[in-house]
T-cell receptor, first 117, second 114 residues
Framework: KAGVTQTPRYLIKTRGQQVTLSCSPI?????VSWYQQTPGQGLQFLFE???????NKGNFPGRFSGRQFSNSRSEMNVSTLELGDSALYLC????????????????FGPGTRLTVL | GQQLNQSPQSMFIQEGEDVSMNCTSS?????WLWYKQDPGEGPVLLIA?????ELTSNGRLTAQFGITRKDSFLNISASIPSDVGIYFC??????????????FGKGTKLSVKP
């Protein structure tokens, strides 16, 4: 079974631009979460989508948005890029129902390395 | 906010040695997970723990979910060079009807002794 794929793998943008990142989950997984990873803050949760609906959101400004399509593929968008947005953006997918009703295992893609100049 | 304290921050290993790392929190969690991340890649799930006191193995890796539900440890036995990388603990935060999100520790970086 193919893993989570993310495109592009690397991206260079300048301040003020916007960017769209794409994620294809593992076949059969309907929940997609996005995380930002930086050396200073570590891995931080951005948002989670299930059945094309955002179900949970982390503490990030409104410049960060996302969506999910009917085939479970997801995109995230960052508008008006700032230098501090440089990071590895990770997408994770999981099955729709967690064991024992708690968070299920999440499987990560390789990430998109975004550099803002 | 909720935080996980992961230690040690870094450690050097010599092939054949056993390695131990742990994660603690001030809050109770119902799911503990351990991931490994290699440079330029996303985290890979190693072990998931769902029950307090649970001890689970995956090859040379063994992890335990603390009985208080506030901690977990990961042991690697007979380390080999490919064990090098960054190990993260994570906890699951259920949110309403969603799968919630994961909160991660800061990681333990394993390097080979020079």
């Amino acid at each position: 079974k193919a893993g989570v794929t993310q495109t592009p793998r690397y991206l260079i943008k300048t301040r003020g631009q916007q960017v769209t990142l794409s994620c294809s989950p593992i076949s059969g997984h309907r929940s997609v979460s996005w995380y930002q990873q930086t050396p200073g803050q570590g891995l931080q949760f951005l948002f989670e989508y299930f059945s094309e609906t955002q179900r949970n959101k982390g503490n990030f400004p409104g410049r960060f948005s996302g969506r999910q399509f009917s085939n479970s593929r997801s995109e995230m968008n960052v508008s008006t890029l700032e230098l501090g947005d440089s990071a590895l953006y990770l997408c994770a997918s999981s099955l729709p129902q967690g064991r024992l009703g708690v968070s299920n295992e999440q499987f990560f893609g390789p990430g998109t390395r975004l550099t803002v100049l | 906010g909720q935080q996980l304290n992961q230690s040690p921050q870094s450690m050097f290993i010599q092939e054949g040695e056993d390695v131990s790392m742990n994660c603690t929190s001030s809050s109770i969690f119902n799911t503990w997970l351990w991931y490994k991340q290699d440079p330029g890649e996303g985290p890979v799930l190693l072990i998931a723990l769902y029950k307090a006191g649970e001890l689970t193995s995956n090859g040379r890796l063994t992890a335990q979910f603390g009985i208080t539900r506030k901690d977990s440890f990961l042991n690697i036995s007979a380390s080999i060079p490919s064990d090098v990388g960054i190990y993260f603990c994570a906890v699951g935060i259920p949110h309403g009807g969603s799968q919630g999100n994961l909160i991660f520790g800061k990681g333990t970086k394993l390097s080979v002794k020079p």
